[in-house]
């Protein structure tokens, strides 16, 4: 059946000729919080930077993405690394994760609220999310203009208030706007 979004997604990395992105801050600055082993699953992986910087942690990885394209570029560095990633072209929206699956679950620059809930059942009893994407109160234009895939003040938060919050920025329009970690909120948090 046509799929507009992942029509749009397959477009975008066929025709993508960028470097290979670094993992999302949340995760390239806090990897000493991850557990030694366990799974992790990297959601709307793109070209898979989150995933590959699990798998050199020693996780078992999933890395899911509604196009096949991006997933095909991160199979190829995988090798390239000898690292190994199972990869899925998979509409997160459709086939979400299973209750009680992952150790670890990273999602950058991607936001369907009506997943929120299938991610925290996902995650395993002290279990880690590390997430991290866009907000209303950007102070550049980059990332999406749908407000729908922009996060409100604290909203990300809000998500997982009654987990143990290990770390959250949101620096939204405070301050020297020159300076620091803007446009995005961050958090990691530990299921009880
Ligand atoms: C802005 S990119 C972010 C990619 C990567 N997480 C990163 O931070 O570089 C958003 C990603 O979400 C994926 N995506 C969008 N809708 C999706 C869905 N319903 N299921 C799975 N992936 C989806 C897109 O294909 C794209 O790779």
Not at 19 to 42: C, E, I, R, S
Not at 103 to 113: A, G, K, N, P, T
């Amino acid at each position: 059946m046509n799929n507009p979004i992942k029509d749009k997604w397959e477009k975008h990395y066929n025709s993508c000729t960028n470097d290979l992105p670094l993992p999302a801050a949340v995760l390239l600055h806090k990897q000493h919080l991850l557990p030694a082993h366990g799974t992790a699953l990297d959601l709307a992986c793109g070209h898979g930077a989150n995933a590959l910087c699990l798998a050199a942690h020693g996780l078992t990885v999933f890395a899911w993405d509604i196009a096949a394209a991006a997933l095909t570029r991160l199979a190829q560095t995988a090798k390239e690394r000898a690292i190994s990633i199972k990869t899925e072209a998979r509409d997160v929206t459709q086939y979400p994760p299973a209750p009680d699956t992952f150790d670890v679950i990273v999602v950058s620059r991607f936001l369907e609220r009506d997943l929120i809930e299938s991610i925290r059942h996902a995650i395993k009893s002290n279990g880690l999310i590390f997430y991290q994407t866009f907000i209303k109160d950007k102070v550049a234009d980059t990332g999406p203009r749908n407000p729908n895939y922009l996060l409100g003040k604290n909203e990300l938060l809000q998500f997982f208030s009654d987990w143990n919050i290990i770390y959250y920025c949101e620096e939204g329009t405070t301050g020297n706007l020159e300076q620091g970690f803007r446009n995005q909120a961050m958090i990691i948090a530990q299921k009880p």
